[in-house]
């Protein structure tokens, strides 16, 4: 049956009159109240259509009386009879007072009719069904009035599916006061409630339904509906209605509401069902169910939401194409449970292969023999040769030259082209024929295509083979040749050559790629992951555009934590902890068995923002206003959703409120392992709503900010495990937009202005966290075009929630939880903390669009006050890897960095003070117990997007940030007081492109440097080539000339950096801070020097726009110019850092000004002026808890030209002398650097670090002595021929065992190792090989030993070649293992790796918690201690 059409919102049919309905109820009423003390409970519904119902159509229709026929019974309890019925009719507000009364101690409590009423409805509807309930109350207002009593409220709880009796009882005094129950009703109900309440239970028994696991469809209850598809009706399920959808359906629009329910059947083997409709609105009382936490849904149900941008009008408040929730609305949509995303645990190369795939085709100017030399180990194309043995006659012996350099055991693919036969002598084919197996070579003949792939020295069955006649007509098709291999890593792999004619035209080439697709190793298990769901694996380098997408295919060969793809990736995912910091890219799981969609169309139309995008962005939302009852979504996919519309995103909480405890809800509302992606307006909105779990979910390919905090006012919100990536700029406010798009966006600024992109927009972040006090904990922001995560502030609440909060109050409150999150792959930071909105509208004093990016400090303070102490902000366990500016950007105080890695951005990590004395003065940051890399072995691989490749410090090309010569920083020092202390810094070496150094300043700085920052207990491993730099002049640096650069200083406490204890480190021309026992750095453009530094802040007036000069008496002839920090304002302001006790020369390039006010500042009980000052600084305080103590300088002018100074006023007087800094060297520093061998997403797993580098023979001639295998910073070196075998407990850590083996002089090489092997090494082992010159293993051409430890096949040595691996003993085989064989003319075979210890899957022993150690004897091998200490420079 066709249902009723109506409008969008419209009310439905007429109803029966109040009185008419009235009066059945006291008889219900009492009908059930009886059925408590044992009797039969009954389930009554409506629906609001009108004809009558066809069961097999639509349930528009049924008569009221077949309603009243369910004899469920409940014994002894008073409950719901269905799981469903629990939350609906109680809303938002209501629930949120009744929490608030509830947890009150037992008082006298006038409890309001609203209170009332709505506590009655969910009373009854818990206890009656939804139907009888919402009929009773929906005619009863507490506009009438009633006499209210007064009720004593206690500690009770109101439990789903249970109702206390003397809770019902204040019930029942309601429904008397509204004229319901007559006296005679109501005492014999209160009789009854009465034995009840005496006859108390043991323990509460739960509802049938419950007790069963009877899952939401499953629901007897329901009624099965099949309503077809008419897009021109709307439906409404009302009154009641409970409806199991059996089958696809499409409708204009669907309206759930006055205590109707939908829920989705669940027949895994059926077809799926898939919902149309324009809109979905859920409200008052209605209920839509796709599966529930205890039972998620496991068929496939697809709710597609359709409709162009110009098709109807608008619904009030939810707009178009929408899945809404409103008051009282339930939204519990829960799909199969599946693992939400992991990460790689072995790195991807392109193509699948560790060298990348190989393809290579070649027509005209190919002619005679093509061949490929492969390693048969990892795939790699060794050597490309051609050989023209058509015309000439030298080639062949040049070919068999060439073929007798090549080792035994590499692949030969070998190809013709154009032709090959004419010069090719017998001898050669003969060669060709024994060392390659060819059956074929001997009889070829002149253009005659052949192609082979074959193993040189191999037999002639494993050789492939093929050839096709000439026969003159231009087209003879391809002779293909092709055959698989192994390599050592388990990776199968094909060898493609191929040669013919096509239309007189040769053809050769060769084709090297993964075979039988790729198998990706993950850290976790994901067996909930099948074949046919796509997958996105995450960049890895510094663009976001080499995120990649996969289909799985059927791998019956997986285990448990790995996957088959389909396809080839184009780029480097690496897999794997490098130089201590963890940069396994993310893999998330895109498909859901629920899910969400916008139908599109074919490219964009209208007024949908076509200038910016070629493609539709008119998808659906979902919209959840505040008083709904219920809302839950978890294993939800949503695609195509989101508008570029203000308001309409994929999931959009809107001014809902408290959604939590706190708000009422019993159960609090969560988004749990949702994927959504290439949607068009950000991810996840929480517009005015606080107290949200956002659990394990995907947000990819979406544009404007994905994870959306709106107004400034949200709090209490939790992001946990959640992957944001593939994050682009959006046109709805200000900071998601582009460079163009902020340039041609308009419409919203005053007059003619023209933003500024770089500092009004270009601001998209994963993560825009608009208040502090939220929580984000295990989350990664895996690419934006701008910043990963952004704590962002409001200096008043925005939007529809100005005047909430007054103003200041985000930017004083501390920090929520920030715990082991991730940020990678962002152009402009990986996280930045600080900068705020402009909360005004544009006028014509600031012409700048509301909302665009504006200044804001953070400055977190207890209860969020000034007055009170300060909270300091911790960001505890951050990972930061190649983000093309910054890792980290942090400004405003206290903010502390702990336990964090920064590995190959622009700039590490930069700290920044709250900017300048005084504003919030005492304030300070820090970094500790962190690591700092500067180029890693994360090479990178070009394209997406990525614009910069060059050579590194090591001569490898790799992908570098922002440009070939932009200067690398691993910690910048910006304002102060800044500190540093446990950190390491490794690999920051200057090439001839670009400086790179450990430490460095904000470039182009006109602010203050505080001589309070400091650095204490840090280590500078060998690798790095700079420690500190302060700039030249020229690219990037401008002229060096600013204040701050001038003024850039840092203290070196313990000597760490320097090498020297109590050393400042500044400028070299800085003559402020020189004396003679200063040492100078040239590489640094800096000098150390001792001292006693402190501060002055001057401040100008009458006139503000001077050159200030500054001089020491001492060096008077060195003036310092500052040109002051305020150009313009009413007073300027200048910041020396001065040495103490000394006398300083102050001169202007024009007419003094009339006042000059000094601050000393930053003094420990200072002289000055010959002034001592009355109380001490304390802390990170400019000045002493009594405030900044000043002096004011007032002068006359008089009006005749300026006076001339003599260059030195003081009378000449020897200098305090100060201590050299040669004095005072620094100690050993055990302590020094982070005590974490490598930050990582897995705090809780140890590791460690092993390097081995093992020598050929040519190595050696070439004057290298010794190979090497170093455990974390422990030595064992090797200096005589042959195989060094190392052994280290997986668990423990501690080295158990070594052994040598002598390929040159010693006999039964082979099976020595093999027992050694067999034998001596004990399970759960990690096996470390090195080699030294090595010969052949005597007694064996293969040695399948090493297949016990991990190789995929057996290995063949190279004689004079290099040999290392990393293997493991064990039932496992970790995805770690590696292998590595060089022949003699290739790079000595060296890998390094940070190897996890004590795995689930290597099954150590309880006891195997021993702290790591190294246990071995002095046999067989020398042991030398761990590298001195580099010197400072």
């Not at 009006?1199 to 030195?1208: A, E, F, G, L, Y």
């Amino acid at each position: 049956m066709r249902p009723r059409q109506a409008p969008p919102g419209a009310p439905g049919p007429p109803r029966s009159p109040p009185g008419a309905r009235l009066r059945l109820i006291p008889l219900l009423l009492l009908l059930l109240l009886l059925l408590l003390a044992g009797g039969h409970a009954f389930t009554v519904f409506t629906i609001i259509p009108e004809n009558s119902l066809n069961p097999n159509t639509s349930l528009w229709d049924m008569d009221h009386e077949r309603l009243f026929h369910s004899k469920k019974t409940l014994p002894e309890t008073v409950g719901s009879s269905s799981p469903l019925r629990s939350r609906s009719l109680l809303g938002h507000e209501g629930r949120k007072s009744l929490t608030q009364n509830l947890g009150q101690k037992p008082q006298e409590k006038q409890l309001s009719c609203d209170m009332l009423l709505k506590l009655s409805r969910y009373i009854l509807k818990d206890t009656f069904g939804s139907s009888l309930a919402w009929n009773l109350f929906r005619f009863y207002n507490c506009d009438q009035e009633v006499n209210l009593p007064k009720i004593r409220i206690g500690t009770l709880k109101v439990v789903q599916h249970k109702v206390k009796p003397f809770l019902l009882h204040r019930v029942l005094q309601l429904l008397r006061n509204m004229g319901v129950l007559s006296e005679a009703q109501q005492s014999k109900a209160f009789n009854l409630l009465k034995k009840q309440m005496l006859n108390p239970r043991k323990a509460p028994l739960k509802p049938e339904k419950e007790q069963s696991g009877t899952c939401p469809e499953a629901d007897q209850h329901l009624v099965p509906w099949r309503p077809g598809s008419d897009t021109s009706r709307t439906a409404v399920v009302g009154r009641g209605a409970a409806l199991r959808l059996e089958s696809s359906a499409a409708f204009h629009s669907l309206v759930i509401r006055d205590g109707g329910m939908l829920v989705f059947a669940d027949c895994p083997r059926g077809p799926p069902i898939t919902l149309r409709a324009r809109y979905i609105l859920i409200h008052d009382g209605g209920e839509l169910h796709v599966g529930s936490e205890r039972c998620p849904y496991g068929s496939r149900a697809t709710i597609s939401l359709y409709g162009r941008a110009s098709d109807g009008a608008a619904v009030e408040g939810f707009g178009q194409k929408f899945l809404g929730v409103g008051r009282g609305g339930v939204l519990e949509l829960h799909g199969r449970r599946t693992r939400s995303w992991t990460l790689l645990d072995k790195t991807l190369h392109p193509g699948g292969l560790r060298y990348g795939p190989y393809f290579s085709e070649r027509r005209w100017g190919s002619r005679g023999l093509n061949l490929r030399i492969l390693d048969a180990g990892t795939a790699r194309v060794l050597a490309a040769a051609r050989f023209d043995t058509h015309l000439r006659h030298g080639e062949c012996g040049r070919l068999r030259s060439f073929l007798a350099t090549q080792p035994p055991g590499t692949v030969v693919a070998a190809a013709v082209g154009d032709s090959a036969a004419r010069s090719l002598t017998l001898e050669t084919r003969l060669l060709l024929r024994d060392r390659l197996g060819s059956a074929h070579i001997s009889r070829l003949r002149h253009r005659q295509p052949w192609a082979l792939v074959g193993i040189l020295g191999g037999d002639q069955p494993f050789a492939a083979e093929d050839k096709r006649e000439y026969h003159g007509s231009g087209t003879t098709g391809l002779a293909v040749a092709r055959r698989e291999f192994l390599t050592y890593d388990g990776t199968g792999f094909t060898v493609t050559a191929f040669s013919g004619w096509i239309k007189g035209v040769p053809h050769n080439g060769f084709k090297v790629e993964a075979s039988n697709g790729i198998i990706l190793h993950l850290v976790d298990e994901v067996t909930s992951w099948l074949p046919g769901d796509r997958i996105v694996v995450a960049s890895t380098d510094y663009s976001m555009h080499q995120a990649e997408e996969f289909n799985l295919l059927p791998c019956p060969e997986c285990k448990s934590n790995q996957v088959k793809i389909d396809g080839s990736p184009l780029y480097l995912h690496i897999g794997e902890v490098i130089d201590g910091v963890d940069m396994r890219a993310e893999v998330g799981l895109l498909t859901r068995n629920i899910l969400i969609q916008g139908e599109m169309e074919d490219s964009c139309y209208g007024q949908n923002q076509c200038q910016f995008f070629s493609f539709d962005t008119f998808g659906g939302h979902i919209k959840i206003l505040k008083n709904f009852s219920s809302v839950h979504l978890s294993g939800v996919e949503l695609k195509n959703m989101g508008q570029q519309i203000l308001g309409s995103y994929p999931v959009h909480f809107h001014l809902a409120e408290d959604v939590d405890e706190r708000g009422g809800y019993e159960h609090p509302t969560y988004l749990d392992n949702l994927a959504i992606h290439h949607c068009f307006s950000r991810c996840v909105a929480i517009h005015g709503t606080h107290g949200l779990l956002v659990k394990d979910t995907i947000g990819y390919d979406t544009l404007g900010h994905c994870f959306f905090l709106e107004d400034g006012t949200e709090q209490r919100n939790t992001f946990y495990h959640n992957l944001g990536l593939l994050t682009k700029p959006g046109t709805i406010l200000p900071s998601d937009r582009s460079e163009a798009m902020c340039l041609a966006i308009r419409s919203n600024v005053y007059g003619d202005y023209v933003p500024v992109p770089s500092t009004d927009c270009m601001a998209v972040s994963t993560f825009w966290i608009a208040n502090p006090n939220n929580n984000l904990i295990e989350n990664a922001a895996a690419g934006a075009q701008d910043v990963g995560i952004w704590y962002i502030f409001h200096r008043v609440p925005t939007g529809q929630s100005e005047g909430q909060y007054p103003e200041g109050q985000a930017e004083y409150t501390p920090l929520g939880v920030f715990y082991n999150n991730r940020v990678h792959s962002n152009f402009k930071a990986g996280l930045f903390i600080g900068k705020g909105v402009k909360t005004t509208r544009a006028n014509a004093e600031d012409p700048r669009e509301y909302l665009t990016v504006d200044n804001a400090r953070f400055r977190p303070h207890q209860d969020a006050d000034p007055e009170k102490p300060r909270v300091p902000a911790v960001i505890d366990g951050l990972i930061a890897f190649k983000n093309n500016d910054h890792g980290a950007w942090a400004r405003g105080g206290d903010i502390i960095f702990c336990n964090s890695g920064f590995s190959d951005n622009g700039i590490g990590l930069t700290l920044a003070s709250d900017g300048t004395f005084p504003t919030d003065e005492g304030s300070s940051l820090e970094v500790t117990r962190s690591i700092f890399v500067g180029e890693s072995s994360n090479f990178g691989s070009q394209g997406g997007q990525n614009s910069y490749w060059g050579k590194g410090a090591n001569g490898e090309y790799r992908t570098l940030p922002r440009n070939k010569t932009f200067p690398i920083r691993g910690f910048q020092i910006y304002d102060g007081p800044v500190r540093m202390s446990k950190c390491t810094f490794k690999k920051f070496t200057p090439t001839v492109d670009r400086y790179s150094s450990a430490i460095g300043f904000f470039m182009k700085n006109s602010w203050q440097i505080s001589p309070q920052n400091n650095v204490s207990q840090i280590l500078m491993e060998k690798s790095v080539g700079l420690k500190v730099f302060f700039g030249r002049s020229g690219q990037w640096f401008g002229n060096n000339d600013n204040d701050g650069d001038k003024m850039s200083i840092f203290h070196d406490l313990d000597g760490s950096v320097t090498g020297y204890l109590d050393t400042f480190v500044g400028r070299a021309d800085n003559y402020l801070l020189r004396h003679p026992g200063c040492l100078t750095v040239p590489r640094w453009n800096g000098l150390m020097c001792t001292g006693k530094f402190a501060q002055l802040y001057i401040q100008a007036r009458r006139p503000e726009n001077l050159t200030l000069s500054i001089a020491r008496a001492t060096y008077h002839s060195h003036p310092l110019r500052l040109q002051g920090v305020n150009r313009g304002a009413p007073y300027q302001q200048y910041q020396p850092v001065v040495m103490l006790e000394q006398a300083y020369i102050i001169q202007w390039d024009g007419k003094t000004p009339e006042d000059i006010i000094l601050y000393p500042i930053n003094f420990n009980r200072y002289l000055f002026v010959h002034l001592q000052a009355h109380e001490a600084r304390e802390g990170h305080s400019y000045c002493s808890q009594q405030g900044c103590e000043r002096i004011k300088i007032m002068a006359h002018m008089y009006p005749r030209d300026s006076w001339s100074c003599v260059p030195n006023p003081f009378p000449e007087r020897p200098a305090t002398t100060q201590r050299p800094v040669s004095q005072h060297p620094a100690r050993d520093c055990t302590v020094c650097g982070a005590p974490q061998l490598a930050i990582t997403s897995t705090p809780s797993v140890k590791y460690i670090r092993i390097q081995i580098q093992s020598l050929s023979r040519t190595d050696i001639q070439n004057h290298l002595t010794s190979a090497f295998i170093k455990i974390n910073d422990t030595i064992f070196l090797f200096n005589s021929h042959g195989l060094f075998f190392m052994v280290v407990d997986a668990c423990s850590g501690a080295v158990v065992s070594r052994r040598h083996f002598d390929t040159v002089t010693g006999e039964n090489t082979a099976t020595a190792i093999t027992d050694y092997v067999q034998t001596s090494i004990k399970e759960r082992s990690l096996v470390l090989v090195c080699s030294r010159d090595i010969a052949d293993v005597m007694g064996s051409s293969e040695m399948p030993i090493f297949t016990r430890l991990g190789s995929a096949k057996p290995i063949v040595f190279h004689k004079e070649g290099s040999f290392a691996m990393l293997g493991y003993k064990g039932q496992a085989k970790p995805s770690w293992i590696k292998v590595i064989n060089h022949a003699g003319y290739q790079k000595a075979a060296s890998l390094q790796h940070y190897v996890p210890l004590k795995l689930k899957e290597y099954q150590c022993p309880a006891n195997a918690d021993e702290p790591l150690k190294f246990a071995f004897s002095q046999t067989h091998s020398e042991y030398i201690s761990t590298e001195a200490a580099a010197s400072w420079d």
